[in-house]
C-alpha cells in the first residue's frame, strides 16, 4: 500500500471510529457523573475563625434556640434553616473533640444526655465521641493516635 493509500485508509477508520463511539450509549453530557457539592456555610466558617482563638465559643452553636434568631434575619427558609442548625451543631460538636479541653466535657456530657433524652441519637453520639477524643488526647499525641486506630479497627 501507497503511503497515500495508507493515510487515507487511517482517516476513514478514525472517522468511522468517532461516529459509533458518539452513538454509544452512555457518552455524551448526560452521561457524566452527578457529583454533587454542597457549598461550605458562611456560617461554618465563621464558626471555625471563632472557635481557633476560643473554644468556649462553640457552645453557642450547640444552643438551636439563640443560634434559630440569630440567623433568622437572613431569610432562610424553613428547611433550610433547620439543615443549617443541624449542620452547624454538628460541626461545633465535632471541633470542640479536636481543640476542646478537658474542662469542657462536663458541658459535653449535658449535650449528649439532653439529645439521648430528646432520642436525636446521632447527635447524642457525636457527642460522646468528642469527649472520648477530648480524654485521649489528654493523654498523650501517643495514646491518641493508638485510640483512633483501635477505633478504626473496631467493627462497631
Same mark, same amino acid.
Given at each position: !500500500?501507497?503511503?497515500?493509500?495508507? #493515510?487515507?485508509? $487511517?482517516?476513514?477508520? !478514525?472517522?468511522?471510529?468517532?461516529?459509533?463511539?458518539?452513538? #454509544?450509549?452512555?457518552?455524551?453530557?448526560?452521561? !457524566?457523573? %452527578?457529583?454533587? @457539592?454542597?457549598?461550605?456555610?458562611?456560617?461554618?466558617?465563621? !464558626?471555625?475563625?471563632?472557635?481557633?482563638?476560643?473554644?468556649?465559643?462553640?457552645?453557642?452553636?450547640?444552643?438551636?434556640?439563640?443560634?434559630?434568631?440569630? @440567623?433568622?434575619? &437572613?431569610?432562610?427558609?424553613? /428547611?433550610? #434553616?433547620?439543615? @443549617?442548625?443541624?449542620?452547624?451543631?454538628?460541626?461545633? $460538636?465535632?471541633? #470542640?473533640?479536636?481543640?476542646?479541653? $478537658?474542662? $469542657?466535657?462536663?458541658?459535653?456530657?449535658?449535650?449528649? %444526655?439532653?439529645?439521648?433524652?430528646?432520642?436525636?441519637?446521632? %447527635?447524642?453520639?457525636?457527642?460522646?465521641?468528642?469527649? /472520648?477524643?477530648?480524654? %485521649?488526647?489528654? &493523654?498523650?499525641?501517643?495514646?491518641?493516635?493508638?485510640?483512633?486506630?483501635?477505633?478504626?479497627?473496631?467493627p462497631d
Open positions: !500500500m501507497t503511503r497515500t493509500g495508507l #493515510l487515507i485508509t $487511517v482517516t476513514v477508520l !478514525m472517522s468511522a471510529y468517532g461516529a459509533v463511539a458518539g452513538q #454509544l450509549p452512555g457518552t455524551g453530557q448526560l452521561a !457524566m457523573p %452527578a457529583i454533587i @457539592l454542597r457549598p461550605t456555610p458562611v456560617e461554618a466558617v465563621e !464558626m471555625w475563625q471563632r472557635s481557633a482563638t476560643n473554644p468556649s465559643a462553640l457552645f453557642t452553636y450547640l444552643d438551636r434556640g439563640s443560634l434559630r434568631k440569630s @440567623l433568622a434575619p &437572613k431569610n432562610y427558609d424553613s /428547611e433550610t #434553616l433547620g439543615n @443549617l442548625l443541624l449542620t452547624l451543631e454538628t460541626i461545633a $460538636v465535632e471541633r #470542640l473533640g479536636d481543640i476542646g479541653s $478537658v474542662g $469542657v466535657i462536663s458541658r459535653l456530657e449535658t449535650y449528649a %444526655a439532653d439529645r439521648q433524652a430528646a432520642k436525636e441519637l446521632d %447527635a447524642a453520639t457525636t457527642g460522646r465521641l468528642a469527649i /472520648e477524643r477530648i480524654r %485521649a488526647r489528654a &493523654k498523650g499525641r501517643d495514646a491518641y493516635v493508638q485510640e483512633l486506630v483501635r477505633w478504626l479497627q473496631t
